[in-house]
Every structure is written in C-alpha cells, then in structure tokens.
C-alpha cells in the first residue's frame, strides 16, 4: 500500500517559495492501477518522484507497506527500490554500452537473485524481444527500447510498478503495444500501478483516475471498477 499524508513539495524560487505540490492525502490499496493526469506543471512528475523516493517531501509523510520512508537515507531508499518499486521512465534510461539482455539482467545480479539468466529470458520473452536479446540500445527502436525498460522494471518482481509517461516519446501504435504490455505484466502480477500520463484514453484505462492541476487535486474519479459494478 502506498500513503501520503499532508504531503507538500515546494522549492525556493528567487526570493520567493514555490509550491509545486499543495498538501496532499492520497492512499493506494495493494494491487490497484491509478492514473494521474494533468497540463505540464501540475506536479505529476513530483508526485512521482516523491513516491519513489527519488525526491524528498517539504512537509508531510510518504509510507510504503506501513513504514514511512521520509527521512530514510539514500542508501536504504535504493534496498527499498530495489525490493519492492519497478520504474519506467518516458526517456527509457537504458545504458547504452549494454545490450537488451544485460540491462534488464544486472539489476538482477546485483540484488543477488538466483536464476537471473533464466528469469531474464523470460521477461524477453513477454515483451516480445527475445530476438533483439543482444542488441544495443542504440540498435532498437523506441518502442523495442521502452519494452527494455518494463522488462528491467520488472527484473525483481516488483510489488509496485510507477510508470512516468511511459508512451510519451512513441507514436500512437507502438504507445499503444507498450502500454497493453505493462498492464498485462503488471496485472499477471497483481502488482500496484502508478501511471502519470497526458494520454486520456490511456488514464480512463485505470481503476481511479486523479486529476492535477497547479500541484492540487481537482478532481478524482473510479473508472474501470464502477464500469464493471
């Protein structure tokens, strides 16, 4: 379960402070998929990133299973990363002197898992790459590279998936196969997902949807639950 509770970005702006992300309460049960939306600056990102403990909170406090990771250092952010919160980024972040394979395989290694090569293929496999296992970035298109990602993301069986405009430097098709991939590998493993997205027709996909604007919630909606109630 992800909570956040009175949670406030802000960040010094000249002789002035700027609030990027207003007080804000948010829970999110186990297992379910919840897509923020909003216009450029309205805190999807920051909220994001906070969660992730990528960034830390002005005020407020931020916890995952129960434990507040506000205040935690950089070193037991990343165990905790590595053990429970998967990552996709819009720009992919793949390390170029790697192939396909290595880049999903080495988050593996160095967490220690057992049967890493074995698992690796796998996850190939459910993104459709085994053929491009040994290509470089460099050498795969942007759909073919953000398949990498997920499948990386994916790497330590995550129990919380945060997708930052995953499909947001693809065109509408391979967007399209990139986002039905990550649901259906997310859902196969009944993981929680936090998507941030300015595609509606994607965000309408989730089971709530949260609207940002100007670091505010202005609207929250259940969508695919009430449409199956």
């Known amino acids: 379960m992800i909570e956040l509770y009175k949670v406030c970005k802000q960040v010094p702006s000249g002789s002035e402070t700027l609030t990027i992300l207003h007080e804000l ?3 999110i049960p186990d297992g379910q998929f919840i897509s923020v939306i909003g216009p450029s600056g309205s805190g999807k ?12 909170p002005s005020s ?9 990771i506000t205040g ?54 459910d993104v459709d790459l085994s053929a491009r296992a040994h ?29 930052d405009e995953p499909t947001g430097n693809l065109d509408s098709q391979n967007g399209r196969h990139v986002f039905d991939l990550m ?16 595609d509606q027709e994607l965000a309408a996909e989730a089971d709530r949807r949260i609207s940002l604007r100007d670091g505010r919630v202005v609207r ?7 449409l199956r109630s």
């Open 135 to 163: 290509h470089y970035p460099s050498q795969l298109s942007g759909g073919e590279q953000q398949r990498v990602a997920i499948a990386r993301a994916f790497a330590n069986n995550p129990k919380m998936l945060l997708a």
């Open 220 to 226: 929250e909606e259940q969508m695919a639950e009430a």
């Open 183 to 198: 649901i259906e590998m997310n859902r196969r493993r009944n993981a929680t997902l936090l998507l941030v997205t300015h």
């Open 25 to 27: 309460d948010l829970v």
């Open 72 to 125: 935690m250092t950089e070193d037991a952010l990343a165990e905790l990363r590595g053990e429970k919160i998967g990552i996709v980024f819009q720009s992919f972040h793949l390390i170029p002197s790697l192939t396909a394979y290595e880049n999903i395989i080495v988050p593996m290694e160095i967490a220690g898992i057992k049967e890493a090569a074995e698992r690796t293929r796998r996850l190939l496999e």
């Open 60 to 68: 407020g406090d931020i916890r995952i299973d129960g434990q507040s």
């Open 45 to 56: 990102s920051t909220l994001l990133g906070l969660i992730a403990g990528l960034d830390s």
